[in-house]
């Protein structure tokens, strides 16, 4: 069974920093591209930050253009695990954080392109 779990939301202050991490299982996702969303509510699921594979043990990171500088995603393949480094977060990052799983080449970025999704975990900023 494949499941993808998130942890490490909650409550911070404007400014503060949170680590979220998604810990995959049930497959090999070596080769798969791996990516945050997050969705607030009335908006759409939108892309955070991804890493894609572009072979070997290299993955290529890519962003939203807004979430640029701020949020940093790594991946470490050998625990099958995928993370979101966000600092400098504002009252406007209050959502709900996604991990998910496409196997898609190319960068997928869009809700529909990934396959597996994790349950979501809850950041709220505080102003």
């Known amino acids: 069974q494949v499941q993808l779990i998130e942890s490490g939301g909650g409550l911070v202050q404007a400014g503060d920093s949170l680590r979220l991490s998604c810990a995959a299982s049930?497959?090999?996702?070596?080769?798969?591209?791996m990516g945050w969303f997050r969705q607030a509510p009335g908006t759409e699921r939108e892309l955070v930050a991804a890493?894609?594979?572009?072979?070997?043990?290299?993955?290529?990171?890519y962003y939203a253009d807004s979430m640029k500088g701020r949020f940093i995603i790594s991946r470490d393949k050998a625990k099958n695990t995928l993370y979101l480094q966000m600092n400098s977060l504002k009252p406007e990052d209050t959502a709900v954080y996604y991990c998910?799983?496409?196997?898609?080449?190319?960068?997928?970025?869009?809700?529909?392109?990934?396959?597996?999704w994790g349950q979501g975990t809850q950041v709220t900023v505080s102003s």
């Open positions: 049930g497959r090999a996702f070596s080769t798969y591209a």
């Open positions: 998910a799983a496409s196997s898609r080449s190319g960068t997928p970025s869009v809700r529909n392109e990934y396959d597996y």
């Open positions: 890493t894609n594979w572009i072979g070997a043990s290299t993955y290529r990171a």
